[in-house]
């Protein structure tokens, strides 16, 4: 059984926001002392809590009937908020804004009252309802730390083969700009074999071929300059991915950049390979006018760019190597591997709670099916990366199996919820119930103590004083009736679950407002029983509203 301790807490903290309310309403000579006592309470809630925590883990093994039923509890005072609540009706009551304070202290008295059965067994179906979204919400947050390592995990599985496309097509780039190195140091020896002076039409066949090598050339400096492009972004992602990368220190290069005296990369490899296309051209056009000689620096300044493409080509692999080998498989591989056991463990809890004693009908966990399907995939994907390749679509394919486990996860929490927040229906339509019996009853004796007044009239024609207490009792009795609209207001803007009925009850609360003025200035007559009348009306009509809203929610409209 839960400790008797705790239960007690719970009935001492009721029992004095009880006496709290009603006090608050002719609260004008003491608000102090009011206000400690609020205080107070919220400081043993604290307490209160604090206990139940710590109770909870020590029952889980010794007690686990008892520990849920005090997880329960919590789970309670989490959805509504009781905390802040309480934080809320001590701060109203220190800037003395009692009829305020009022409607946040009955709602509280309300509340610790649904706790107390609670902790007291006595609900069965609001502790099944909050057991059911503790146990769905610990899963959701368990299916969200998995989903935050799958998504990682195949970040950097797709980091990875990007990486090692990047390095083919450098290598690819690099070769081409060394066939095209090569060419051109053959065109240059047989350019120089040709002499100061050529023989008319000798050096048509090297212009043509100085003219392909050029167009060659500035392809390749086309297809660099997009290389580079996608360098950048590579290390921009890497960089993104690298939690221990930071800004770099004022004498350090920034990521990407090479260190003093060495070539960069990633920057002007397509820069060279332009200029070495320029360089052709310029030798072409010398060839074309028959003059060898003076073609010869033109080739010689294309060789010297085409080598530093190379070598530009050469620091851009080993930088893109560099940020490969910050990705090892086999870290890949154990990571993946923990990430598989541990949805493979979630994924058997939530079978184990579908046969708990407590799933009576035996319903499915939702999102179990979906955390299931992810294990075999996240499994193959270790697999492969124990392989040293690459399991950028198994990691997809078990990241999309956890996302629609969450969404599962979700929509049930909010149907749950949805199942509290139609509580909150339910109590106005039980609270416009008991407002219209007592409004009937005031219509009533307004009408009979009206019929009654003009025949009780003192000599001087004053209202006799048995008559005004009358009215002032009237008055009171459509005042509290008022502060019961504030009430219902208040609890439908917080909970948020229609706009229909706001607009209705603060008509309601004008109304009532306006009929206790007429009693203020003690007008008993037609016009304030027919004000009484509209009130009724009204009533009626957000009941049966109310009413209809129930059942088209029970049909699932």
């Known amino acids: 059984m839960i400790p008797r301790v705790l239960t007690f807490m719970v009935a001492l903290l009721f029992a004095t926001a009880a006496p709290l309310a009603p006090r608050l309403v002719a609260q004008t000579q003491q608000p102090t002392t009011v206000t400690s006592q609020q205080e107070l309470a919220r400081t043993k809630f604290k307490e209160l809590t604090e206990r139940m925590q710590k109770l909870m883990a020590a029952l889980q093994k010794t ?42 202290m009955n709602d509280l008295r309300k509340d610790l009252g649904t706790l107390l059965d609670l902790l007291q067994n006595r609900n069965d179906e609001m502790r099944e309802l909050m057991e059911k979204i503790d146990q769905l919400e610990r899963f959701k947050d368990r299916v969200g730390d998995l989903l935050k390592e799958q998504t990682e995990e195949k970040e950097a599985s797709a980091l990875t083969e990007r990486l090692q496309e990047h390095l ?18 053959q065109l240059r020896e047989q350019t120089n074999q040709l002499g100061i002076e050529a023989a ?18 500035k392809k390749l400096a086309q297809e660099l300059a997009e290389l580079e492009k996608k360098d950048a972004q590579l290390k921009a992602d890497a960089k993104a991915g690298d939690p221990k990368a930071g800004d770099p220190k004022a004498s350090e290069p920034k990521a990407g950049e090479p260190k003093a005296g060495e070539p960069k990369a990633g920057g002007s490899c397509s820069g060279s390979a332009g200029k070495a296309s320029q360089s052709m051209g310029q030798a072409q056009q010398k060839l074309g006018d028959n003059k060898p000689e003076p073609a010869l620096k033109d080739q010689d300044q294309a060789i010297e760019q085409l080598k530093k493409t190379v070598e530009e080509l050469d620091a851009m692999a080993e930088e ?13 591989a154990k990571r993946q591997e923990q990430t598989q056991h541990a949805t493979d463990t979630l994924s058997k809890d939530m079978e184990q709670a579908e046969q708990s004693e407590e799933n009576s ?40 199996n ?8 979700e929509e049930a929490l909010a149907q749950l919820r949805q199942q509290l927040q139609d509580e909150v229906l339910r109590a106005l339509e039980e609270r416009f119930t008991a407002m219209l019996a007592r409004q009937r009853e005031l219509t009533t004796q307004t009408a009979t103590l009206d019929a009654t007044r003009s025949n009780m009239l003192t000599a001087d024609g004053r209202t006799p004083a048995a008559i005004v207490a009358k009215i002032a009792e009237l008055t009171g009795g459509e005042t509290d009736l008022e ?6 207001l208040k609890l439908l803007e917080e909970d948020g679950t229609t706009s229909v009925f706001p ?15 007429r009693l203020r200035k003690e007008e008993t007559g037609a016009g304030t029983n027919a004000a009484q009348k509209d009130v009724e009306d009204l009533l009626e009509l957000l009941i049966n509203s109310l009413r209809k809203t129930i059942e088209r929610k029970e049909g699932g409209c």
């Not at 083919?168 to 140091?185: P, R, V």
């Not at 893109?320 to 890949?332: T, V, Y």
Request: cysteine-free; overall charge negative; hydrophobic content about 35%.
């Open 483 to 488: 502060s019961e609209t504030v009430d219902a």
């Open 402 to 409: 956890l996302e629609q486990a969450q969404k599962e996860l």
């Open 168 to 185: 083919k097509d450098i290598e690819a780039k690099k070769q081409a700009a060394q066939a095209l190195l090569e060419q051109q140091k």
């Open 63 to 104: 007690e686990p009937e008892d520990s849920k039923l005090i997880g329960a509890g919590l789970r309670f005072v989490q959805e509504k908020k009781l905390h802040a609540q309480l934080e809320k009706a001590e701060s109203m009551l220190r800037q003395e804004r009692w009829e305020e304070g009022l409607v946040v």
């Open 503 to 517: 607009p209705m009850v603060e008509q309601l609360r004008d109304e009532l407002h306006g009929v206790a003025d």
């Open 320 to 332: 893109a190597q560099r940020e490969l080998l910050k990705l090892p498989f086999e870290q890949q």
């Open 200 to 217: 008319a039409g000798a050096t048509k066949p090297l212009e043509k071929k100085e003219g392909d090598l050029a167009a060659d050339a």
């Open 361 to 400: 009908e035996g319903k499915p966990t939702p999102g179990r099916k979906r955390v299931q399907q992810a294990v075999p995939k996240q499994r193959a994907a270790a697999g492969q990366l124990k392989e040293y390749k690459p399991a950028k679509q198994e990691q997809q394919d078990a990241k999309e």
